[in-house]
């Protein structure tokens, strides 16, 4: 039966884990929100983006080709147009 000692301080670990969860996981009272908040948060939300200061307008790079592991070598000869 001593040797079953060793599993206590795991037991006890066990334990104040579940109480914690339990703890942080309950379901908390609501918050007095008002619709004047909502809408204002809903606005905000909405809004575009400014455009960044002093940042000029670059266009997108194009996406690299994903690569499939193989390595393909360019032929070379070269054609006469």
Same mark, same amino acid.
Do not use: H, Y
């Given at each position: 039966?001593?040797?079953?000692?060793?599993?206590?301080? *795991?037991?006890?670990?066990?334990?104040?884990?579940?109480?914690?969860? =339990?703890?942080?996981? #309950?379901? +908390? /009272?609501?918050?007095?929100?008002?619709?004047?908040?909502?809408?204002?948060? *809903?606005?905000?939300?909405?809004?575009?983006?400014?455009?960044?200061? =002093?940042?000029?307008? #670059?266009? +997108? /790079?194009?996406?690299?080709?994903?690569?499939?592991?193989?390595?393909?070598?360019?032929?070379?000869?070269?054609?006469?147009?």
């Amino acid at each position: 039966m001593e040797i079953l000692l060793w599993l206590v301080p *795991a037991g006890v670990v066990t334990c104040l884990a579940m109480l914690w969860a =339990g703890w942080v996981g #309950r379901e +908390r /009272p609501e918050r007095g929100r008002s619709d004047a908040d909502q809408e204002r948060f *809903a606005n905000a939300i909405l809004r575009p983006l400014p455009a960044p200061k =002093g940042v000029a307008a #670059r266009p +997108r /790079p194009r996406q690299r080709q994903v690569s499939n592991g193989v390595a393909v070598r360019r032929s070379s000869t070269r054609r006469s147009a």
